[in-house]
């Protein structure tokens, strides 16, 4: 039996940045390793230029990903004044930028899930430098802001982070007491929608050994982190399968 941490995440916008090139910033349908991590990091206080603790939760956690509701596309134009980059100059603020001086515009693309729902499962590995417990207690009071890859993208309802002691990971999602049910109804009292646009089946995304499960598909991801100061990621591969909604 293996002990699992599951939270939800949900908000209006959400953005699980995809390789990116030239001024197209693209968006995967589903939460990203490194968002995950990324926020389990800031809940625990971790900064970015930690850069081996950064490294020691990655090495220490698996992630396996329910998408409940995959959203729709948001692709937003941007166009935005910045100063010219100068070695050792460093803009802690919007105002700083602007104060600058000799602004010039750069544009880029980018996408937005909107409407976007995730159940997250997270197992800790044998050597590990964190517990499920202490993440637990950090999702409950965070020590730096969450949101969901992009710092316009905050959370609209609370992570309710529980440990489930299950067989295997679908068990683990399946006591998770948040059903769609649910989060169709908390939705439709916050926007007056007739509950998230969901598809007929329910996708599985993991990316460890979970043996009692047949991934149908396996994709390459490069967003395993080799060093956030560098900003420089490893691949690894994703493993994906589906189960029918109504299973649930």
Same mark, same amino acid.
Request: contains cysteine; neutral net charge.
């Given at each position: 039996m293996?002990s ?27 939460p ?5 991590l ?5 809940? %625990?206080?971790?900064? #970015? ?5 950064? @490294?020691? *939760?990655?090495?220490s =956690?698996?992630? &396996?990903? !329910? /998408?409940?509701?995959?959203g ?16 050792k ?18 544009l880029?693309?980018?996408?937005y ?32 802001? %969450?949101?969901?890859? #992009? ?5 609209? @309802?609370? *992570?309710?982070?529980? =440990?489930?002691? &299950?067989? !295997? /990971? ?11 049910s649910?989060?169709?109804?908390l ?55 589906t ?5 649930d």
């Amino acid at each position: 039996m293996q002990s699992y941490l599951l939270f939800r995440l949900y908000g209006p916008m959400a953005a699980w940045g995809d390789t990116a090139v030239g001024e197209f910033r693209p968006s995967h349908d589903h939460p990203t390793r490194t968002a995950t991590l990324g926020l389990v990091a800031a809940a %625990l206080g971790i900064r #970015r230029d930690q850069e081996e603790t950064l @490294l020691s *939760l990655d090495r220490s =956690i698996n992630v &396996a990903i !329910r /998408l409940d509701a995959p959203g729709e596309v948001l692709r937003d134009y941007h166009t935005t004044q910045v100063p010219p980059v100068q070695r050792k100059v460093i803009h802690y603020t919007r105002q700083d930028e602007l104060n600058a001086g000799k602004l010039h515009t750069i544009l880029s693309s980018r996408d937005y899930r909107c409407d976007c729902a995730a159940t997250i499962a997270l197992r800790c590995k044998k050597n590990r430098n964190f517990s499920l417990n202490e993440i637990s207690e950090a999702l409950a009071y965070p020590k730096l802001p %969450l949101y969901l890859g #992009r710092k316009s993208c905050p959370l609209s @309802l609370p *992570l309710a982070a529980i =440990i489930i002691d &299950a067989n !295997r /990971l679908t068990e683990a999602f399946d006591q998770y007491p948040d059903p769609q049910s649910e989060l169709d109804t908390l939705t439709h009292g916050l926007w007056g929608f007739g509950g998230l646009n969901k598809e007929k089946v329910t996708r599985l995304y993991w990316d460890s050994d979970e043996t009692n499960l047949s991934p149908e598909m396996t994709y390459p991801r490069r967003d395993r982190l080799r060093s956030r100061r560098r900003w420089q990621f490893d691949e690894r591969i994703e493993y994906m399968a589906t189960q029918s909604a109504t299973e649930d």
